[in-house]
């Protein structure tokens, strides 16, 4: 009977991770298909500097690991779980990619070199890793959901009050913004966008990127959207919240721009606003994964 009962719990267990790396699977197609899609990112493929990809991959590793903790399609257990999630999310990515990549001709074994197709392959790798680990708290069911709202809410009051809630509201914003930004970062727009603006153009695109970013945590009543205690005063959360948040995103837009050599014999006054360009889709990424997360 014992046995019984520990072969039906490991069938249990067995069936409940194939069902989480399906359901990480779906979020990486989901996530990267545009980017799969993407000319500018298979030139990246063969064209990105080795030590780029490199700077690149020792960025996103950490990251996977604060979104496996916090929203991986399993349930990890201490820093080894953790970073088993976040790695068993890469290698689904990679899957993924390499699957996508094979099927849409994007690599073909009689003519990619082996380097060229690897660099597709790892440069495709880490937006379809984003969307495994983020597979649970968007494709994934519950099994109580007014006990996950309510955590949720106690989350979101307590970032108001402690540090490390607080922290944890800061990279939730580095996550979502490194993610919306990898997504138009490589593309040709944003030097176009940037070359187009004056300088007044840059102030409004500034302002209207923190008012989106505040009015989608706080004001239009969004699912997930914050509470915000009574005793705080908007522009205590404005200056708290919205305006870090604004700057990981202006961070976050100068890094990709130099990683994917955006940035490269170009004018600091065109970077500049080349960045500024790109921290409104980042920004948008930064409040959206407050919500979702």
């Known amino acids: 009977m014992k046995g019984d009962c520990m072969t039906e719990l ?15 699977a779906g979020g990486a197609l989901l996530f990267s298909l545009p980017m799969l899609l993407t000319m500018e990112m298979w030139w990246l493929g063969f064209t990105m500097p080795a030590a780029r990809m490199a700077v690149l991959l020792a960025v996103s590793l950490p990251t996977l690991m604060g979104l496996a903790y916090y929203s991986g399609f399993e349930k990890p257990q201490g820093f080894l779980g953790i970073l088993v999630d976040a790695l068993v999310a890469y290698c689904v990515g990679i899957g993924v990619a390499s699957c996508v990549l094979a099927i849409t001709a994007i690599i073909r074994s009689s003519d990619t070199r082996w ?22 708290s968007q494709l994934g069911t519950h099994d109580d959901p007014a006990e996950d709202k309510q955590a949720d809410s106690s989350d979101h009051r307590d970032a108001h009050n402690d540090l490390g809630c607080y922290f944890r509201e800061l990279f939730l914003m580095f996550a979502g913004a490194i993610f919306l930004a990898f997504n138009v970062a490589p593309t040709e ?41 009574h005793e705080t005063r908007q522009l205590s959360v404005f200056l708290r919240f919205t305006i870090p948040g604004y700057a990981i995103a202006l961070l976050v837009s100068m890094f990709c721009l130099w990683v994917f050599g955006r940035s490269e014999s170009t004018a600091f006054d065109q970077t500049m606003m080349a960045t500024v360009v790109l921290a409104m889709p980042a920004s948008v990424g930064a409040a959206s994964a407050r919500l979702i997360l």
């Open 115 to 136: 380097s060229e197709g690897i660099g597709k392959v790892i440069i495709q790798t880490i937006p379809a890793s984003f969307g495994a680990v983020l597979a649970s």
């Open 189 to 229: 727009e944003m030097l176009v966008t940037a070359l187009k603006m004056t300088a007044w153009h840059g102030i409004l695109m500034g302002l209207f990127s923190l008012v989106v970013m505040h009015a989608f945590v706080f004001v239009v009543k969004f699912r997930g959207q914050e509470t915000v205690p």
């Open 10 to 24: 490991g069938m249990s267990a067995t069936h409940k991770f194939w069902f989480g790396l399906s359901r990480a």
